[in-house]
């Protein structure tokens, strides 16, 4: 029988999993049907179009953290009660983007608005960030990484948290160019983001421009 202090992370990481997908799904709901009135239906729709907007960025930095949140979760194969209450935290931030968004999709030419997106967005980075710091100091995390990998993807997370400051500063000149910012790590990470086998821990790999220094490391 496994120790309480230790358990397994299943149960963990299938209610994350529910909590991502209620977070997604809340996403569209901000995304109404036209009112059936005599104004033109492609002026109707036209309204919704910052909606959309909204909900395809948001959409997409869900999945985003969903993915870094199935990244570490196959080399975190432990877990103790704090780490529970450092991934609810995460979740917390995760499930406020839909009402963060509806915020962006209202007044999306408002630095204000835009400011409140990117803050909801950099909690979710620190947090996620707490989870992964705390799982390696108390030892959780799988035997087969090294002190190097664990620091690499440390400073990867880091990213985002750092992008998204810079976009708060941007709202105040440019909303739109702020609202891009938001969208360069999730891009980066999809070209640039560890291949991952679901479930194996063992099969995990950093990033394409780390692999060839790991790879020289690992024994012939």
């Known amino acids: 029988m496994e120790s309480p202090k230790k358990a397994s992370t299943d149960r963990l990481e299938a209610f994350s999993d529910g909590i991502f997908a209620v977070a997604q799904t809340l996403l569209i709901l901000d995304v109404r049907i036209p009112d059936s009135t005599t104004v033109a239906l492609a002026s109707q729709l036209s309204k919704l179009l910052p909606h959309i907007y ?38 917390l931030f995760v499930v406020f983007l839909p009402f963060s968004t509806g915020v962006l999709a209202e007044f999306p030419d408002a630095p204000l608005a835009v400011d409140i997106y990117g803050t909801n967005i950099i909690l979710c980075s620190l947090s996620l960030i707490a989870l992964w710091l705390y799982a390696a100091r108390e030892r959780l995390l799988s035997d087969e990484l090294s002190a190097a990998d664990v620091r690499t993807v440390g400073w990867r997370l880091a990213v985002n948290p750092i992008v998204c400051a810079a976009a708060l500063c941007v709202a105040f000149i440019s909303t739109m160019a702020a609202i891009l910012l938001y969208l360069v790590t999730p891009v980066w990470y999809i070209l640039t983001g560890p291949d991952v086998a679901a479930g194996d821990a063992g099969t995990w790999r950093l990033p394409a421009p780390f692999r060839r220094r790991t790879r020289a490391r690992s024994p012939k």
Not at 67 to 90: G, M, P, Y
Request: hydrophobic share 65%; net charge positive; proline share 0%.
């Open 54 to 91: 909204a909900f395809v960025l948001s959409f997409l930095i869900v999945m985003f953290y969903w993915t870094a949140h199935h990244v570490v979760f196959n080399v975190i194969v432990r877990s103790d009660r704090r780490l529970l209450w450092v991934n609810a935290l995460h979740l």
